[in-house]
């Protein structure tokens, strides 16, 4: 005896119901134009990116593009490219926010400037440069140095990160995509960008972008 073989006449139609109210409402998801969260294929099939490939920040950017688009390939040579993600700049700060009456900070705050804009092959500048900022504030003491270095380097690099993120979604955005696939009527770089890579890690020495804390008010980076 199968598990249905005992059901009731009441039990198919209420069965046949449930399933007609799924396919009605699947249909009507589709004529709004809903889709699952997942890629969003970018209208170029190559790209350059002047943000290093062997720094953290180049590879998360990288990794986070072909996420979005698989079937966008990056490429090492401009020429080869459809379009360019040119960085324009990526700074980070660390400002005071905070001191005891000592003249010890208590608590810094973490800026993360970055700047970039999008142009197609011939230069027609796709997305105009655009600067996305990130603000964190995170509490200092003095005597664990050490160890507030490295915090203050794990909450940069989790900017950087949700940064990542932030610029994919304006490649990814609507109105970007419609502007590459018209891009005959957009206006031309007046100077060509940089292409150099730029990295965005420490220095050789191992010092980060933002310097070093400071122990006495008036002195912080800014």
Same mark, same amino acid.
């Given at each position: #005896? ?38 969003? !294929?970018?209208?170029?099939? /190559?790209?350059? /990116? ?108 989790? #900017? ?31 100077? !060509? ?10 220095? !050789? ?6 310097? /070093?804390?400071?122990?006495? !008010? ?5």
């Amino acid at each position: #005896m199968t598990p249905f073989s005992c059901q009731t006449p009441r039990d198919a139609a209420l069965r046949r119901i449930a399933l007609l109210v799924l396919l009605t409402g699947c249909m009507l998801l589709a004529a709004c134009g809903f889709r699952l969260k997942g890629a969003t !294929p970018l209208p170029f099939d /190559t790209l350059y /990116t002047n943000i290093a490939e062997n720094s953290a920040f180049g590879t998360a950017m990288r990794r986070a593009i072909v996420a979005a688009s698989p079937n966008t390939r990056i490429v090492s040579d401009p020429a080869e490219a459809e379009a360019r993600l040119i960085q324009l700049s990526n700074n980070e700060r660390l400002r005071q926010l905070s001191i005891d009456p000592d003249g010890r900070v208590e608590e810094y705050e973490l800026n993360l400037e970055f700047v970039f804009q999008l142009v197609d092959a011939a230069g027609h500048i796709i997305l105009p440069p655009t600067v996305l900022r990130a603000t964190r504030e995170l509490p200092y003491d003095d005597t664990m140095v050490q160890a507030k270095q490295s915090e203050i380097t794990a909450v940069f690099q989790q #900017m950087q990160q949700a940064m990542v993120d932030r610029v994919v979604r304006h490649m990814t955005a609507p109105d970007v995509i419609a502007a590459f696939r018209d891009a005959d009527k957009l206006p031309l770089e007046e100077t !060509p960008s940089d292409l150099t890579p730029v990295s965005n890690d420490p220095s !050789p020495t191992g010092t980060p972008k933002w310097g /070093t804390p400071s122990l006495n !008010p008036g002195h912080g980076m800014r």
